[in-house]
């Protein structure tokens, strides 16, 4: 019989090995606020035994005044990092936290309840394999219970683990924890979840959680922990087809050229065929480099660096994929939509597009119904507001490459952003592609921009104005027309009201009009300029990001932004229509300067201050800056 003596060095050998071995699961807890969901994951670290003893102290100190259970710990307190959330007693931002049991790791995500951090909810979400979706047992199941569960379900989430806590409150009652499961099944229903489990649960009493409570005799079913332990979340991403978005061109010296990124789907070879989605060309794995040397193969999760056989034209924000298994590429898709910012979502309004590692300004082409998060009725709109969720079409500059979300999670995913902060405005889902925008291609025709603009003599352009109603606008611009029209140019002006008489006779004044408005006006002044002309467009035109749209839809166009620069109170002194009596009347809504924001332009090419000279100081001034 041989004895073994195992060593401190063996100890921590083995300790690491068991280590690696384990399964991690990602979940989060979401749901309405006090439900509970911080002092749930309180009472998993505690009784995880992953809290020191001086913590311990210091916690209990800190509970004094709280609501405590037999330990006498505000759980809570243990993962309510910010101030503001320990004075509050909510969740305000993202909180992960780390705990292991014997069987596996865990990372945490606790997220806010509140509505106004449902973005935060859903950043949450994102990185999840699984939720824990928590109801006050004394409340049932919310609205927010539900915007969350459909949330989870857009995002992708497809483990539900319905925690119906402070089940002590309600004296263990199983009617109540039936009633709560049914309805929520009911709801839940049309979401697909793949796996929707409940659990009666006391996270400040520690009912439920490591093992079934004496309190609940009726619950058949596992303790939370043991459930998290056991179930399986890890979906076969290598199964599927491969997907590969390049994130950088890896060049270190003029003998290397490779393609970094982290395989999303499936599995490569060396030898493999590729195509580049975007360009349709082919090549082969020549190599797969890492950092620790030269691999065979590589599957979904993997950061490698491809090598191609051939020089090919890839750069960030391509896709490589196999041969016949290629992604859809197009410019327009049907996706569903949840809305994050306080700031409504409009069609026509541009943001940028992030799908992968690539990222091209959009819009949201036509909103086709919004949903009702409590009973899924899906009904008109003609805007997002915070939180609200919908159906949508989007349209991107030029076309990417992507897959509908139900069969590529990472591909079919994306996120508006906003293009003057940068914050994340919305989520959503890729439904499928319209084939719509693959049958439409450019038609080129012999005569140009150029040979028109040689006919007449003159540099086509676009000449924006904005301000406001009464500034001055429509008359410099009737001044500038004349001159140019005397020194023999051609030129035309694009009038609010003329145009609102026929083009857009459609459209009302409500901020979504207003964009949809300013978009087909940039349109047409676009194909004016390519019939050689000088566009003098006179809008008021009051939104920074609609005269940035008109700016993008002009293109090559050379264009002016002019600011025609008079006070609010010189304009209504004009009233030359009679607008402003009749908007301080409340005859009419949403007048700009009256009930409607102007937004003043930051950095327009000039600014022509109308309360200070006459509008044919203003044309002079115009005439000579723009240099015809």
């Known amino acids: 019989m041989t004895l073994s003596m195992a060593t401190p060095d063996t100890d921590i050998d083995l300790w690491l090995d068991q280590q690696t071995d384990k399964s991690l699961l990602r979940f989060l807890t979401c749901g309405s606020v006090d439900d509970g969901k911080s002092t749930l994951i309180g009472r998993l670290l505690y009784d995880s035994q992953l809290i020191l003893d001086d913590q311990l102290a210091s916690l209990k100190k800190e509970s004094r005044n709280r609501t405590t259970g037999d330990e006498g710990i505000d759980f809570s307190l243990l993962v309510d990092g910010l101030s503001a959330e320990r004075e509050q007693g909510i969740t305000i931002d993202v909180a992960y936290r780390f705990f292991s049991t014997d069987k596996r790791k865990f990372i945490v995500a606790d997220t806010p309840?509140?509505?106004?951090?449902?973005?935060?909810?859903?950043?949450?979400?994102?990185?999840?394999?699984?939720?824990?979706?928590?109801?006050?047992?004394?409340?049932?199941?919310l609205t927010q219970t539900r915007r969350h569960s459909f949330i989870l379900s857009l995002i992708g989430v497809k483990h539900v683990v319905l925690v119906v806590n402070k089940i002590d409150l309600v004296d263990y009652s199983q009617d109540v924890f039936d009633k709560i499961v049914a309805e929520y099944r009911a709801f839940a229903e049309p979401l697909g979840f793949?796996?929707?489990?409940?659990?009666?649960?006391s996270a400040l009493r520690g009912d439920n959680i490591l093992s079934q409570s004496a309190n609940t005799p009726w619950y058949?079913?596992?303790?939370?922990?043991?459930?998290?332990?056991?179930?399986?979340?890890?979906?076969?991403?290598?199964?599927?087809?491969?997907?590969?978005?390049?994130?950088?061109?890896?060049?270190?010296?003029?003998?290397?050229?490779g393609f970094s990124g982290t395989v999303a789907s499936g599995v490569v070879k060396v030898g493999d065929d590729v195509l580049v989605a975007a360009s349709r060309k082919p090549a082969r794995i020549k190599r797969i480099v890492t950092m620790?040397?030269?691999?065979?193969?590589?599957?979904?999760?993997?950061?490698?660096?491809?090598?191609?056989?051939?020089?090919?034209?890839?750069?960030?924000?391509?896709?490589?994929?196999?041969?016949?298994?290629?992604?859809?590429?197009?410019?327009?898709?049907?996706?569903?939509?949840?809305?994050?910012?306080?700031?409504?979502?409009?069609?026509?309004?541009?943001?940028?597009?992030?799908?992968?590692?690539?990222?091209?300004?959009?819009t949201i082409t036509d909103l086709k119904f919004r949903t009702n998060v409590n009973t899924l009725e899906q009904t008109a709109a003609t805007k997002l507001d915070l939180n609200e969720v919908a159906t949508v079409t989007i349209a991107s500059d030029r076309a990417i490459a992507f897959d509908p979300y139900a069969a590529n999670g990472v591909t079919g995913g994306f996120i508006l952003v906003d293009r003057i902060s940068n914050a994340t405005l919305g989520a959503g889902t890729v439904e499928f592609g319209l084939r719509r925008a693959q049958n439409l291609t450019y038609q080129s025709f012999d005569v140009n921009r150029q040979v028109r603009a040689s006919?007449?003599?003159?540099?086509?352009q676009i000449v924006w104005f904005t301000g406001l109603s009464g500034s001055g606008k429509s008359s410099v611009a009737n001044l500038l027309e004349k001159?140019?029209?005397?020194?023999?140019?051609?030129a035309y002006i694009l009038d609010g009201d003329n145009v609102r008489h026929g083009l857009n006779k459609d459209l009302g004044f409500t901020e979504a009009a207003r964009v949809e408005n300013i978009r087909r006006v940039a349109?047409?002044?676009?194909?004016?300029?390519d019939a050689g002309l000088i566009v003098l467009v006179s809008f008021i035109s009051p939104f920074e990001k609609e005269r940035r749209l008109a700016r993008e839809i002009a293109g090559d166009v050379n264009f002016t932004e002019v600011y025609v620069d008079t006070p609010i109170e010189v304009c209504e002194a004009r009233d030359p229509k009679g607008l402003y009596k009749r908007a301080r009347a409340g005859e009419i809504k949403n007048f700009t300067g009256i009930d409607s924001p102007f937004e003043a332009p930051t950095n327009p090419e000039l600014v022509l201050h109308g309360a200070e000279h006459e509008p044919v100081e203003l044309a002079d001034q115009l005439h000579g800056k723009l240099g015809f």
């Open 113 to 141: 309840g509140h509505e106004q951090y449902t973005r935060n909810m859903a950043t949450g979400a994102s990185n999840a394999d699984l939720a824990l979706l928590l109801i006050d047992a004394r409340k049932g199941v």
């Open 194 to 201: 793949k796996t929707l489990s409940a659990v009666p649960v």
């Open 455 to 460: 006919m007449k003599g003159q540099q086509p």
């Open 523 to 529: 349109e047409v002044a676009k194909l004016m300029a």
């Open 483 to 490: 001159r140019l029209t005397a020194e023999g140019r051609h």
């Open 292 to 362: 620790d040397g030269d691999l065979d193969r590589a599957a979904a999760g993997q950061a490698v660096t491809l090598v191609l056989d051939r020089e090919v034209d890839v750069s960030r924000g391509d896709v490589l994929s196999h041969t016949g298994e290629t992604p859809e590429y197009s410019n327009q898709f049907q996706a569903r939509l949840v809305w994050m910012s306080e700031e409504p979502a409009y069609p026509g309004r541009s943001y940028l597009l992030k799908i992968g590692s690539q990222v091209v300004p959009a």
């Open 220 to 257: 058949r079913g596992p303790g939370l922990v043991p459930y998290l332990e056991g179930i399986e979340v890890a979906e076969d991403r290598s199964g599927q087809k491969f997907r590969f978005p390049v994130q950088w061109v890896n060049r270190p010296n003029l003998d290397f050229r």
